[in-house]
């Protein structure tokens, strides 16, 4: 199905042939022409840098009855003060800076078991053989999933993502898919949560279920939730870093060489990979009540749409925006949102990034790109390939 300019939300046609292997064309020319879209639909869109920093802070806009379904399985991420107040604070102990660095020797030893195998292996897709694997087990571990259970989130986790678009942009039949996805999850969970209960571990599920703040605790379906939400976006944004910077990094080979030569530059390699080719490209928010955004006057109720990819490729804010540069100076991102919104789990995801794309550019020194032309994945807020066939 493809849209008119009059019938699509945003302004262009994000289903359109050929718009996933380069979206970047497009929102240059709306940002240059049309940056503050409004469609028939009463959206308004939007792809400047300093429009869309702007309204992620701003508290009049937040969520509500917007495009989607995704409130009714991904917890606080789309949920306004004081719910979202409250609920984020239960979590963000998880994600301290000090569990993060406890975390980085064993992220580093299942990024080198990965990649052992992967050495002289000839042909190989870099996706399910590396990119998939690692965060499912990084997460999985995190939150205390048996080994042998693991397989068993990459299905929910590719159905539960996809659902994260908008309803009118998915099939009946996908709709189906993500609503018994998140059954099936929640039903594991439920599971293994009483299982906690009886006999706690060292892992975030048992911290979740104990996890308390002035009285305050989590009620169930709050806790199958937020570990939904951190299926999704601890696992589906971190295989998307991961394998959109690796085929970045194999069209530009004076970058790669570069990080090869300066692994400990991964940090900030990691931060231009973000920008340069973003893992989430869209978010949205509803006006709470009249008010006006990047100058247009928006009612309360219209849904203001957020063009990431736009905003980490606009000139004024990036110079030389689609040009690659390991070494450029960091930049205001928006990859992982801001304000109170801003992605809870970035520091482990910039970790499993710089990790990971160290590790790819010195363990495997002979990679090289076999398919220049990868397919990308059937989704429009996430952007990522399906495969990506190299050689070693």
Known sequence: MTLTVDDTPFGFDPMKPGFRDDPYSVYRRQRESDPVHHSAMGIWTLTRHADIEAALRDQKLGHGVGINRAADHLSFLTLNPPDHTRLRGLVSRAFTPKVIRELRPRIQQRVDDLLAPLRGAGEFDLMSAFAYPLPVIVISELIGVPVEDQARFSGWSEEMARGIDPDFMQTPE?????????????????ELIAARRGHPADDLLTGLIAAEQDGDKLDEQELLDILALLLVAGHETTVNLIGN????????????????DNPDQAPAATEELLRYDSPVQFVSRVALADTEVAGASVLAGEIVSMILGAANRDPDAFPDPDRLDLT????????????????????????????????????????????DRPVYRDHFILRGVSALTVSA
Do not use: M, W
């Open 174 to 190: 996908q709709l189906v898919r993500r609503d018994e996805a998140k059954l099936e999850f929640d039903n594991y969970f439920r």
């Open 245 to 260: 910077g690796t085929l970045a990094l194999l069209r530009n080979p004076a970058q790669l060489a570069f990080l090869r």
């Open 328 to 371: 450029r100076q960091p930049g205001r991102l928006v990859s992982f949102g801001q304000g109170i919104h801003f992605c809870l789990g970035a520091p482990l995801a910039r970790l499993e990034g710089q990790l990971a794309l160290a590790g790819l550019a010195t363990a495997l020194p002979e990679l090289t790109l076999v398919d």
